[in-house]
């Protein structure tokens, strides 16, 4: 049975009574390596004012978010005047693992198990099925998000950057 992956930028969709409701997608993970690597990128520290607007969020979410960061050893803070957040290490020592990790593993998939009547062995089965195959999904992705740096981003963004620039 194969596996597909899905971005995690795709809106998810349920057809509900006819209606198709869009579900909302957590996009803490792709917002963190984006101001991780403008932090980098600013050379020194960010208040959570400046990241609030880059992000078009409120401070206090992203002091929230931030500390889990820290606690992880990814981000340093300072308060005070000149304070704020600066990386704790260096894009390369960074993988998209730590980050997610750090965000508190937020759910990858939408979809999931039913609980409603564990005794049913038609439930068991499917399931079981399920389990397995978002399990395989699950540690591929996490795989991947191992192996693939901010300083990897950082420089996917240069070459970008470089070729848009026509350079």
Excluded: K
């Amino acid at each position: 049975m194969g596996v597909a992956i899905i971005s995690a930028t795709v809106l998810v969709t349920i057809v509900r009574r006819g209606h198709i409701c869009a579900m909302r997608t957590d996009s803490r993970l792709s917002r963190m390596l984006h101001a991780l690597i403008h932090m980098d990128r600013l050379g020194g520290r960010a208040t959570s004012e400046q990241l609030a607007a880059m992000l078009a969020t409120n401070p206090v979410v992203v002091r929230r978010t931030m500390a889990g960061l820290r606690r992880d050893g990814l981000v340093a803070s300072e308060s005070g005047q000149g304070g704020g957040w600066a990386l704790a290490r260096r894009l390369d020592d960074i993988t998209l693992l730590d980050i997610y990790r750090a965000l508190g593993e937020p759910a990858l998939f939408a979809i999931g198990q039913s609980r409603d009547h564990p005794e049913c062995l038609v439930e068991q089965a499917v399931n079981g099925a399920l389990e397995g195959t978002l399990s395989q999904a699950r540690d591929l992705i996490s795989a991947r998000f191992a192996a693939v740096t901010l300083g990897d981003l950082s420089r996917d963004f240069d070459d970008r950057f470089a070729a848009g620039r026509g350079a």
